[in-house]
């Protein structure tokens, strides 16, 4: 299959080393892909509307303002849009001038954030740190930065990606340092995402099969004992099992997900009529929205949003497939696979195909950071679609 330029996929998928990693000559920018803008565009107005209605009554009873969550969301996805608009009109060739300095500045948040008295706790995890009164979540921030060094990194040396220890190895000491301290906090499910965005960009930029078979099959044993020998994963593993073994314990969360979803049948119950955010189903309006959605809105609801996210899978690698150059396609692809795969373990988790992790739903779930990075992101993805050859 032929990606455009002077790369080729090969019969395993993974990028051939015929593709130039420079950007040659300057270009000229052309409209930005109009199907995927409209598609973020959905579903961040789509998240607004279902965070106002799953935090209604919880922000009435917590804060004594039923707007508090949506008016603070809505403040995030107005300076995420300003942050989208910056992100699509700026080369995206620039970032691989400072690929290095973006990467060092992630890793330093992140380890600022463990520090104690400096980093600030939510909801059990050291998670976040103060910038000029604003919280940021260092762990949203890092996955962006990984997928822009990691992509110039790999475009830099395609050859090196064939060898295990010139290229794949050196990768995965970066990506453990990060997926390290994420675990710290601890974020069992964003460490999944870093990782599992990084593996795809190994295996597009050319890493051998087997090489990936031996880190998935080193990867997996690794997962099991952070389970294993933490109580709280262990339970909720446990939960995912069976969570009707403790019902008003650590079960309760995926019990309260399934009557919400199964509450919603066909076409819901009514926007804004659900009975489970009224404090009957834990962080319905952040990690679990998703079941908000499905009671109010039903099984169309929940399409809906799959819908699009298959949308976004679609343009995105598109964008990537017809980038001028390796880098805007690793790129592209990174962003891609990244706000898929945290789309897909979130639905996973709320549908209780997956165990709880704690992730939130990009673009729709109540949170400032995430909201403005994956906007950040989709910017960028918007700009190397303005290079992308039609």
Excluded at 55 to 83: E, K, N, P, T
Excluded at 101 to 124: E, H, N
Excluded at 359 to 374: C, Q
Aim: charged share 10%.
């Amino acid at each position: 299959m032929r990606l455009g330029g002077d790369m080729d996929f090969e019969g395993n998928g993974t990028l051939t080393r015929g593709r130039r990693a420079k950007s040659g000559p300057a270009r000229k920018a052309g409209s930005p892909d109009t199907i995927l803008l409209a598609t973020v565009l959905a579903l961040v107005a789509f998240g607004l509307v279902m965070v106002y209605s799953a935090s209604s009554y919880s922000a009435l009873v917590r804060f004594g303002d039923s707007l508090f969550y949506f008016r603070r969301q809505g403040i995030w996805a107005v300076l995420g849009l300003v942050a989208m608009i910056v992100t699509l009109n700026l080369d995206y060739n620039l970032y691989r001038r400072y690929a290095r300095p973006i990467l060092f500045l992630g890793m330093l948040l992140l380890g600022v954030s463990l520090i104690p008295g400096i980093g600030t706790m939510a909801r059990g995890s050291q998670r976040a740190v103060m910038i000029g009164g604003i919280s940021v979540s260092p762990a949203e921030m890092i996955k962006l930065c990984l997928v822009i060094y990691l992509s110039h990194g790999m475009c830099r040396a395609p050859a090196k990606m064939r060898s295990f220890w010139a290229g794949v190895w050196p990768t995965l000491m970066i990506v453990g340092a990060a997926v390290a301290m994420i675990l710290m906090q601890p974020d069992l499910g964003t460490a999944i995402t870093v990782a599992g965005t990084a593996f795809f960009l190994l295996y597009a930029a050319g890493a051998r099969v087997v090489h990936l078979a031996v880190v998935a099959g080193t990867a997996a044993p690794i997962v099991w004992y952070l389970i294993k020998e933490e109580p709280y994963r262990m339970r909720r593993f446990l939960a995912f099992l069976d969570p009707w073994a403790d019902p008003m314990g650590i079960g309760f969360h995926i019990i309260q997900s399934l009557y919400a979803l199964g509450a919603g049948r066909a076409f819901g119950v009514g926007l804004g009529a659900s009975h489970q955010k009224f404090l009957y189903l834990p962080e319905q309006h952040t990690d679990f929205i998703f079941a908000i959605v499905g009671e109010e809105l039903g099984f169309a609801g929940t399409a809906l949003i799959v819908l699009l996210f298959g949308v976004l899978l679609w343009r995105g690698l598109t964008t990537a497939a017809l980038s001028p150059d390796s880098f805007g396609s690793l790129l592209a692809a990174g962003i891609t696979v990244m706000i898929v795969l945290q789309a897909t373990i979130n639905i996973g988790v709320v549908t209780s195909v997956l165990p709880v992790t704690g992730i939130p739903l990009p673009f729709i779930s109540y949170g400032g950071s995430s909201l403005m990075v994956t906007m950040m992101s989709a910017g960028i993805l918007l700009n190397v679609s303005r290079y992308s050859k039609a």
